[in-house]
């Protein structure tokens, strides 16, 4: 069974960064999408950005100037990096592997989440 | 972007009835790149429905999924107790990946 695992600063400092570890057990990390998706309090899923095992990435434009998402191969986990944070970027993030085909996506495991909370 | 817009907002319904939620897409959306998720308090989002209209490993029968082009459904035919919570539709057809504002199903 694939689990995720999320790991990191439960609190950011404003304009500071925010990082994030997934970590993969019971499975390889490649031939799957891997993406960081967070919720907001009381509020909806954004999709942040993914990476696919080889390194290529696709993010959201809303963010993409502020992200870096990166693979370790070798450990089996992907992590975060979000610069500039203000109090909007409080909330749970997950991190959820992508399934794809050439005709088909969907996210079939998520992690657990972890609240990040911006404040000083 | 492809804009996912969920209705109802909230749906009061009990136990034994049928719940009906609709998805609709701001563009066109190839169904295999559709999806939805369940999601209780305090807990991740669990996927439902894949390509549309495929039920996901464990998902009891009473949750179907359909609709094509701008236009998607979630069934669930007899609500249990357990399947009050929030659904979220997803869309992948065009990036970036979106989701719709969810609906959440509450008990009357």
């Known amino acids: 069974q694939v689990q995720l695992q999320e790991s990191g600063p439960g609190l950011v400092r404003p304009s500071e960064t925010l990082s994030l570890i997934c970590s993969v057990s019971g499975g390889s990390i490649n031939h799957y999408y891997w993406s960081w998706i967070r919720q907001p309090p009381g509020k909806g899923l954004e999709w942040i950005g993914h990476i696919y095992y080889t390194g290529s990435t696709n993010y959201n434009p809303s963010l993409k100037s502020r992200v870096t998402i990166s693979v370790d191969t070798s450990e089996n986990q992907f992590s975060l990096r979000l610069t500039s944070v203000t109090a909007a970027d409080t909330a749970v993030y997950y991190c959820?592997?992508?399934?794809?085909?050439?005709?088909?996506?969907?996210?079939?495991?998520w992690g657990q989440g972890t609240l990040v909370t911006v404040s000083s | 972007e492809i804009v996912l817009t969920q209705s109802p907002g909230t749906l009061s319904l009990s136990p034994g009835e049928r719940a009906t939620l609709t998805c609709r897409a701001s563009q066109s959306v190839s169904s295999g790149y559709f999806a939805w998720y369940q999601q209780k308090p305090g807990q991740a989002p669990r996927l439902l429905i894949y390509d549309a209209s495929n039920r996901a490993t464990g998902i009891p029968d009473r949750f179907s999924g359909s609709g094509s082009g701008t236009d998607f459904t979630l069934t669930i035919s007899r609500l249990e107790p357990e399947d009050f919570a929030v659904y979220y539709c997803q869309q992948y057809g065009s990036s970036p990946l979106t989701f719709g504002g969810g609906t959440k199903v509450e008990s009357k």
């Open positions: 959820a592997r992508g399934f794809s085909t050439s005709w088909s996506f969907r996210f079939d495991y």
